[in-house]
Structures are given as C-alpha cells and as structure tokens.
C-alpha cells in the first residue's frame, strides 16, 4: 500500500513508519524539515505541492501536531490547538481535491478528551468526555477542547470517498530514547519512580507492537469508522502501573511525590502535571468488540518486555 503519514518524524510516526515499512508498504512523511528521500516538506497547515502525494495514495495516517511535552502555558495550549486544527483541515482539503482519494484517513486523537475519573473506565459507547469536572484545574477543560475541535476538524471535513477514524489513543510506550516509556524507565532507575499525589489516578498505555496493529486492525476493517478508543484493555492506578515499571527495571523503591513535588518535576522537565495527575482511565470496547486481540494486556508483562529492550541498548544510563 501507499501510506502518507503527515507528523510522521515524532515518536509515534518513528513507530509506525518503521513497521510499516518493514511490512513491505510504500511509507511517505510529510514534515516541515524533510531529510530524507521519502520525505516531503508542508507546513502544516495550507494545501500545497506535498498534496500530490495523497491523491492516489490509499492510507493516510495524520499525526501532525505540537507535543504535548511543554508547559501547558495559554501560548503553549493555543500553539498545541492551532497544530492540530489547521493540518488536519489542511490534509481534508487535500482529499477532499484528490482525484483519487485515500480509502482510509485515519486521524490522531487523544484518550485527554474524556474526563478525569476514577469510578469508571470510559469506552467510545459510554465514556465520559471531559472539560467539566470539578476541583480541578481550569485549563484541563482547554485540552479536552483542543481534542474536540482536532476531532471535529476531521468530522466536517468534504471527503465522502474516504473512510474517517478518529484514533483516540492512550499513551504509546516503546524502548526509542526519548519516548515517554525512556522517560518514565530513567525516572524509576533514579529512585523516583514512586506514587504521585496519592498515586489513585489511573494510567492508560497500549505497547507499541499492539499500536501498529490496531492501526493495520482499523486500515482492514472497512466497517470501522468515527471514534476508536487505541489502549491496552486493562488501565491501572499510577502507584501499581509504577510499582511495575520499578520491577521491571530492578529498583526496589520509588520515592512518593506530592502534588507539589510533582509541579516541581514537571517544571524541570519542562512539562506539565496534567500528564501526571489526571486520571485516564480508558478502554477500548470497539476494538474489542470488532474482535482485535491484543499481545500485550498487562502492564507488567508489557514493562518488562520494553525495559528488557531499552536497557540493552547503547545510551541507556543517560538523560532521555
């Protein structure tokens, strides 16, 4: 197949653009610094000469926007709205003017848009979305917001010939240096790795051998379409899904933080606590339903495996 990945050069582009082109599948990048051959230039956000490679492709997979690791600052938050808003417009008009469209756009999403809690999983059927909660901070509403409008720029987008998936997707965890797994493994070697203001908010992951397969799931499955939540089936509270990771690495202890301690950290780490203390507790009853097995459904089996991976590898000790 001719796959178009537009924000392919980030940790979840690196993922899938590896596998699928070990799969044998034609992968071209769209990014705004192309170095390599099978990588062409855009700027994200008006349609140009990089839309001749979406007509007569036959997949493309949209991951184009800011990363998330950064201080959630009204700049930052408006730059992280913006990214993803104008590509994903920009990669509609573009099917949309396609003489031969994509049968299959999938777009990324994310598992922020439902709400924080704690009492029940959310699933695409029943799941609770976010931005109204109480107690907690105020603009935990504007990410929700931003995966809102993200979705319904796709949603409103003129293209009847392609079919259209919105990946809401949990935390995608793979041994590549600088990922959120390298991060989160280079926390718990140093001892840190412990509860996190009580540690009861849960956690939700998908290992990146059963990302990948979703995605090829969702390329196949032709009666997919709209919202499809991308996590492992069994999310679990901060504390345990940490206990794991410490075990998976050899580190018997984890030093707690406070919430305080925690906006210390994020602050170093030029990050924010958002992605450490609100609870996604999220489930993936279409996939589920649609029948797809996963590989890897327990976190600590999941942990050991990518720790395993990423401790072997050159460069290991230092600071993702």
Not at 43 to 52: Q, S, V
Request: proline residues 7%.
């Amino acid at each position: 197949m001719r796959i178009v990945i537009p924000g392919g050069t980030g940790q979840v582009g690196t993922i899938l653009d590896r596998a699928l082109t070990a799969a044998g599948h034609e992968v071209t990048i769209l990014t705004r610094r192309p170095a390599r051959e099978r990588e062409v230039g855009w700027d994200g956000r008006t349609p140009g000469p990089w839309a001749e490679v979406i007509d007569g492709s036959d997949v493309v997979i949209n991951l184009a926007g800011r990363s998330v690791s950064c201080r959630y600052t009204p700049t930052s938050l408006q730059a992280m709205m913006d990214s993803r808003v104008h590509s994903t417009e920009a990669v509609g008009e573009a099917i949309a003017a396609a003489a031969r469209p994509p049968r299959v756009w999938l777009q990324m999403s994310t598992a922020t848009i439902y709400a924080h809690r704690f009492d029940a999983p959310n699933d695409e059927a029943a799941g609770v979305l976010g931005g109204a909660e109480p107690g907690v901070p105020a603009y935990w509403a504007y990410s929700v917001r931003i995966a809102e409008n993200w979705e319904r720029a796709q949603e409103r987008a003129a293209t009847p010939a392609t079919r259209r998936v919105a990946l809401r997707a949990a935390m995608v965890m793979s041994p590549d240096r600088g990922g959120v797994f390298d991060v989160l493994l280079w926390l718990a070697r140093l001892g840190l790795g412990g509860p996190v203001a009580g540690g009861a908010q849960y956690v939700s992951w998908i290992h990146e051998h059963d990302f990948v397969r979703a995605v090829e799931f969702l390329i196949d499955r032709d009666d997919m379409a709209g919202p499809v939540n991308i996590a492992a089936p069994d999310p679990l509270p901060q504390r345990a899904f940490m206990r794991a990771l410490r075990a998976a690495c050899g580190m018997p202890v984890g030093l707690p933080a406070t919430a305080w301690m925690a906006e210390l950290g994020a602050l170093a780490l030029r990050s924010d606590t958002e992605l450490l203390l609100k609870s996604r507790r999220v489930v993936p009853g279409r996939l589920l339903d649609a029948g797809f097995a996963f590989d890897h459904t327990r976190w600590a089996d999941a942990a050991a495996e990518l720790a395993a991976r990423r401790l072997r590898r050159p460069g290991w000790r230092a600071r993702p």
